[in-house]
T-cell receptor
Framework: GAVVSQHPSWVICKSGTSVKIECRSL??????MFWYRQFPKQSLMLMAT?????????EQGVEKDKFLINHASLTLSTLTVTSAHPEDSSFYIC????????????FGQGTRLTVV | QQQVKQSPQSLIVQKGGISIINCAYE??????FPWYQQFPGKGPALLIA?????SEKKEGRFTISFNKSAKQFSLHIMDSQPGDSATYFC??????????FGKGTSLLVTP
């Protein structure tokens, strides 16, 4: 399957600082990227959907000013957690899909964020 | 509101046995039904997927059975191995939209 690379795989930051997570599609053009959040032993919760060159669409309850998403190219999307707090600690996962509607969705390795 | 309901929550199977995980959905507009495998600390990996015009799809030891009229689909893992121990998620989506995930099934295959 296609490769989606997410970086970093883990990060520890101090409360009040910002953290940027990168998601790259390595061998295909990702017209749509999705960002998920996953708590321990729970399912993936969709945070936002981003299309290349457009503003992200956020799910209800997700603060767009706190979780900044940029999808500036067909191979790169970034999630910035601004002014992070301990409750933002979680596993963040990106997913990417190619151009055709309903092609397979491939996932990055995930980023474990710990805010201390 | 959970759009895809998955069961069981956990499953223990002996090596060589068949693991069966079931999912049900309500929205008939869904037209893509994948299964993902996730190991601790890793992102989900696509195992196998099916579209509603097919009733069954097999890839290696993994088979999806799809019942459109009942709005149900299931994953069968034949000859289950300890290395299959992981969390499995079913999902469903509208054309071009994000996946709606089930709550996951924790599978343990004992030696």
């Amino acid at each position: 399957g296609a490769v989606v690379s997410q970086h970093p795989s883990w990060v520890i930051c101090k409360s009040g600082t910002s953290v940027k997570i990168e998601c790259r599609s390595l061998d295909f053009q990702a017209t749509t990227m999705f960002w998920y959040r996953q708590f321990p032993k729970q399912s993936l919760m969709l945070m936002a959907t981003s299309n290349e060159g457009s503003k992200a669409t956020y799910e209800q309850g997700v603060e767009k000013d706190k979780f900044l998403i940029n999808h500036a190219s067909l191979t790169l999307s970034t999630l910035t957690v601004t002014s992070a707090h301990p409750e933002d600690s979680s596993f963040y996962i990106c997913s990417a899909r190619g151009g055709q509607a309903n092609t397979e969705a491939f996932f990055g390795q995930g980023t474990r964020l710990t805010v201390v | 509101q959970q759009q895809v309901k998955q069961s069981p929550q956990s499953l223990i199977v002996q090596k060589g046995g068949i693991s069966i995980i079931n999912c049900a959905y309500e929205n008939t507009a869904f037209d893509y039904f994948p299964w993902y495998q996730q190991f601790p600390g890793k992102g989900p990996a696509l195992l196998i997927a099916i579209r509603p015009d097919v009733s069954e799809k097999k890839e290696g030891r993994f088979t999806i059975s799809f019942n459109k009229s009942a709005k149900q689909f299931s994953l069968h893992i034949m000859d289950s191995q300890p290395g299959d121990s992981a969390t499995y998620f079913c999902a469903a989506s509208y054309p071009g939209y994000a996946l709606n995930f089930g709550k996951g099934t924790s599978l343990l295959v004992t030696p």
